[in-house]
């Protein structure tokens, strides 16, 4: 298990594709915990397109090959054809994820293997920088 935060951001789903991967997403982590911080919870961007996840997620749960198998299932194809790119940014890896054309970045806050307080961190310094996406004035 890995409890880290993590954000998706969607660049190309429909509303329906989007909102299944929201879903899916919501009931990763453990089903229950003497600790609820390790029970997944999210909050969405204003405009919808974006959310930020924090649980103590299983061990393939928010790895490419998983992400892919989210996908995958969604668009109703292998998860082979689906490519992805990784670019590292000042709050974690970005990896970007295609199938005929970009779809939706998933991002690790932290880094790639981040302790919680490094990836709870990294997730408040992104949150601070970009606060007219999800803040409300």
């Not at 990763?28 to 924090?54: Q, T, Y």
């Not at 970007?96 to 991002?107: H, I, M, P, S, Y």
């Not at 307080?117 to 409300?136: F, I, K, P, V």
């Amino acid at each position: 298990m890995s409890h880290v935060y993590v954000g998706i951001e969607d660049i190309g789903l429909t509303v329906s594709q989007r909102n299944t991967l929201i879903e899916a997403f919501k009931r990763l982590g453990p089903a229950s915990s003497p600790s609820p911080a390790k029970l997944c919870h999210w909050r969405v961007r204003l405009d919808g397109l974006a959310a930020i996840f924090e649980a103590d997620f299983g061990e393939n749960e928010v790895t490419i090959e998983g992400v892919k198998g989210y996908l995958a299932s969604i668009f109703g194809i292998d998860p082979a054809l689906i490519s992805h790119s990784v670019a590292q940014t000042a709050y974690g890896p970005v990896v970007t994820f295609n199938r005929a054309g970009d779809k939706l970045r998933l991002v690790q806050f932290g880094g790639v293997s981040p302790t919680w307080a490094e990836s709870g961190d990294a997730c408040r310094a992104y949150l601070a920088a970009n606060a007219g996406e999800w803040e409300e004035n």
